[in-house]
């Protein structure tokens, strides 16, 4: 099992739709990453959260610690937000307390016009 | 700001020749540095991180190296590609409760 889900794998909807990405984890963090991926392949961090909620215009992630949960929303969604969409948490390495970064295998958002 | 720049975006190689990635980071200093893979249909896996230079830690066993000639440098290498090395790769930087950076990643097709 990975250490990050996300759900779902593929998501397609219409302009205007109201859109849930999810991602679960199952180990101890400092932080979680929400990313954007690109077809050109480069990414972009959206959110990086620690607890609660963050909004930035037409995104909102949320998080839960207790639930190891987070979900990622996209109000009125337009299609320049097809990308993957990649969760990402931060995690203590065995040694010297430095922080790795394990990845979901990302949702590959569609919206059709 | 900080910015990291990594290059070539998108490289062709046969099998058995040698690789190099750079990656360069600007804006911080002594950052914590990450190469990462994603292959076809999978998340992004771990290769190597640093956290200062000359200092490599592997994740998992491969036909790959690291190297961090200089604090804000991040090398990948190969001495000899295989077909199973095909895949995107990405470098990163990232502090303790700090924002993390990523580059624009490098699709690396090996024929």
């Known amino acids: 099992k990975n250490e990050v889900e996300q759900s779902p794998q593929n998501l397609t909807a219409q302009e205007g739709e109201f859109i849930t990405i999810n991602c679960s984890y199952s180990?101890?963090?400092?932080?979680l990453h929400w990313l954007q991926q690109h077809p050109g392949g480069g990414i972009v961090s959206l959110f990086m959260?620690?607890?609660g909620k963050k909004k930035h215009g037409r995104l909102i992630a949320t998080i839960n610690i207790q639930e190891k949960h987070s979900s990622l929303h996209i109000t009125a969604s337009h299609p320049r937000d097809s990308a993957v969409y990649i969760c990402?948490?931060?995690?203590?390495?065995?040694?010297?307390?430095?922080?790795?970064?394990?990845f979901g295998t990302g949702t590959r958002l569609t919206i059709i016009p | 700001s900080q910015t990291i720049h990594q290059w070539p975006a998108t490289l062709v190689q046969p099998v058995g020749s040698p690789l190099s990635l750079e990656c360069t980071v600007e804006?911080?200093?002594?950052?914590?540095l990450y190469w990462y893979r994603q292959a076809a249909g999978r998340g992004l896996q771990l290769l190597f991180y640093?956290?200062?230079?000359?200092?490599i830690s592997s994740e998992v066993p491969q036909n790959l190296s690291a190297s961090r000639p200089q604090d804000r440098q991040f090398i990948l290498s190969s001495k000899k590609l295989l077909l199973s090395d095909s895949g995107f790769y990405l470098c990163?930087?990232?502090?303790?409760?700090?924002?993390?950076?990523f580059g624009q990643g490098t699709r690396l097709t090996v024929v």
């Open positions: 640093s956290v200062g230079i000359g200092q």
């Open positions: 804006g911080t200093s002594n950052p914590n």
């Open positions: 180990v101890g963090i400092s932080a």
């Open positions: 990402a948490v931060r995690s203590k390495m065995t040694n010297f307390g430095n922080e790795k970064l394990t």
């Open positions: 990163a930087w990232a502090r303790v409760n700090t924002e993390a950076f």
């Open positions: 959260l620690s607890s």
